[in-house]
């Protein structure tokens, strides 16, 4: 039964074995900082790795108990041993995998069977896995007593993959804070505006393109640099546009493995002054405030967080059709959706949502909107808070 009486709180350890940053760690991130602290005391295990000391100081100055776990990658088995002593000496009651890759987390299922303590896992970006690599699974999953998807569309899929498990499966959509988004634009003036726009995205309005009385319209994405984010198709698309002489400056924010692949293309094609990499950056809201319509070409997208952090800046979207993005996404209402792979079909929504100064009012404000009310982080919180209270007392 969950612990609530006098100093007893219910004890619940999240564990990821990643040593990247992105959607899970986001998700990790909000639990973290806003999740009840008069009925839980949440904790955290994670790699000590020097890429996640960024995210863990975040997590330590919310005065939350971090455990580092000295492992070379996700396969190494001291994650299983140092887990056991963590559960062991902290009395965790319940324990939050974050599956980031869907052969990921399995030391700390096993941890959990193997200590008889209730465990739940959310599964990020859900494929199917080798043979092997699917009987191991399933066996670390069977005594879980939930699993949480993040889109409807990962919920059909798990469904599919573990069906004797399909009553444990729940959606809970992902979310941003979106107080803590406008708060970062409150004193973003325009003159702020334009010194992004010259200074960080180098857009040069005395182009010949650019014209006398035109400003030049910003396109942007934030992913990592790989190749199931379908960058160099939005960079084929910018290939067309330029020569269309299409006034624009497409923004990648972001790092990965296809960084000299993308930078080779830009170089060949001759696109640096239409195409800027900035790297990962921490300013966000500035940056996407400062843009004019956000693209996202992901071949395949178990949800799209960006995607909420580019409409609360109000930018109309233009992003492939696929996974959890039309959830989010309607088709001609607050963005455009398009095919994967379709390079003609995003230079054509680029154009139209550009060339409309009425669509783009529209779509801004829709985007906002729809956030506010279905995207919101509290609400993902305690939707998972409510996943952990159902367990925890044996329902």
Not at 39 to 48: M, T
Not at 159 to 174: C, D, F, G, Q, V
Not at 280 to 308: C, K, M, T, W, Y
Not at 358 to 369: D, T
Request: hydrophobic fraction near 40%; charged fraction near 30%.
């Amino acid at each position: 039964m969950m612990k609530t009486m006098g100093n007893h709180k219910s004890k619940i350890l999240l564990y990821t074995d990643t040593k990247q940053l992105g959607g899970a760690e986001n998700h990790m991130l909000s639990i973290l900082k806003f999740y009840d602290r008069m009925q839980f005391k949440i904790q955290l295990a994670c790699p000590a790795d020097i890429s996640l000391d960024p995210w863990c100081k975040k997590i330590a100055d919310m005065t939350v108990t971090i455990h580092r776990i000295h492992v070379n990658h996700k396969h190494d088995p001291r994650h299983y041993m140092a887990l056991r002593k963590i559960i062991e000496r902290e009395r965790i009651d319940l324990l939050h995998v974050h599956v980031w890759n869907p052969a990921s987390g399995r030391y700390g299922l096993l941890a959990a069977q193997r200590l008889n303590i209730p465990y739940i896992f959310t599964e990020h970006d859900p494929f199917e896995l080798s043979p092997f690599k699917n009987w191991i699974k399933e066996k670390l999953i069977k005594d879980t007593k939930a699993i949480i998807a993040i889109s409807e569309k990962n919920k059909e899929l798990l469904e599919k993959l573990y069906p004797a498990l399909k009553k444990r499966i729940t959606t809970i959509h992902n979310g941003i804070d979106t107080t803590w988004f406008t708060s970062q634009l409150l004193s973003f003036s325009p003159l702020e505006k334009e010194k992004y726009r010259e200074q960080v995205f180098e857009v040069d309005e005395r182009s010949p393109k650019a014209g006398t009385e035109m400003t030049t319209p910003i396109i942007t994405t934030i992913a990592e640099l790989h190749p199931r984010k379908g960058l160099m198709y939005l960079l084929k698309a910018c290939e067309i546009l330029e020569k269309k002489d299409f006034n624009f400056k497409c923004i990648i924010i972001g790092e990965g493995e296809q960084r000299k692949e993308i930078e080779s293309f830009i170089k060949t094609h001759q696109l640096e002054k239409y195409i800027k990499l900035l790297g990962r950056r921490h300013e966000i809201p500035h940056l996407l405030a400062a843009s004019d319509v956000f693209v996202l070409p992901s071949l395949n997208e178990a949800f799209g967080l960006v995607l909420l952090e580019a409409m609360m800046a109000g930018l109309p979207i233009v992003a492939t059709n696929n996974g959890g993005v039309p959830e989010i996404i309607k088709n001609g209402e607050n963005g455009i959706l398009v095919p994967p792979k379709d390079v003609q079909a995003i230079i054509e929504a680029i154009e139209k949502i550009l060339s409309s100064s009425k669509l783009c009012e529209k779509m801004s404000e829709k985007n906002q909107e729809d956030v506010r009310n279905k995207f919101e982080v509290k609400d993902m919180v305690k939707k998972t808070e409510e996943v952990y209270r159902s367990i925890l007392l044996g329902n």
